[in-house]
């Protein structure tokens, strides 16, 4: 007798999108990106998030998967430049392109779906740092609240179960804390200070006057 109810096919949606300046106006500014996750399958503790990440955190997490996967390879990364030309769109949009083939290509990897640090940097805004001494117990939260204090705190952004939002993402996520950001294109000079729980609070764009910025 065949089933009523079909099991459901799961998937992983990832993009990688909107670049922003953070650190605007310092001797350091650099670029992040907002990383938006959907998705239906069980290694993940929430089905809908969505973080910013900076490309020496990409680095980072490329290690530290490298390092737990032994001889599995992992996909690679678009090149290092210590000096990114900020007004150069097409540069941006290759990185990020490459950005997101990156993530795509990991999370379609079975054997990294089970990284405890591959869910904190997609599902959380700690720092690297912090991901590391949560993975070894070294914080006063565990993973999986790490992950849900981060959901609770942008939940508002956040419209879980609808699938329209795969096709078209109008939400802020929320940024990383004390840095002035800018839209890659926008200009506004306003930003926003929130506290930071386990997630960071959110900015408003700046307009964009620097040219060169770092990694």
Known sequence: ????????????????????????????????????????????????????????????????????????????????????????????????????????KVLHMTVFLSDTLLHLFMQTQLSPAEMEGCVLGQTPYSTTEA??????????ALHEGDSAVVSTIAYECQSSPNRTQASVGESNSETVASNRVVGRPSSITQEVTSSITQE
């Open 147 to 156: 992950i849900l204090s981060y959901a609770m705190s942008n939940k508002s």
């Open 1 to 104: 007798m065949l089933n009523s109810q079909e099991e459901e096919e799961e998937f992983i949606t990832v993009r990688v999108q909107d670049p922003r300046i953070q650190n605007q106006g310092s001797w350091n500014p650099y670029i992040e990106y907002k990383i938006f996750l959907y998705t239906n399958s069980k290694a993940f503790t929430v089905k809908t998030s969505c973080v910013r990440r900076r490309y020496r955190e990409f680095v980072w997490l490329r290690r530290q998967l490298q390092r737990n996967a032994g001889l599995v390879s992992l996909p690679e990364l678009p090149g290092k430049n210590p000096f990114f030309p900020v007004h150069n769109r097409e540069r941006i949009e290759r990185r990020r392109q490459g950005l997101q083939q990156f993530l795509e």
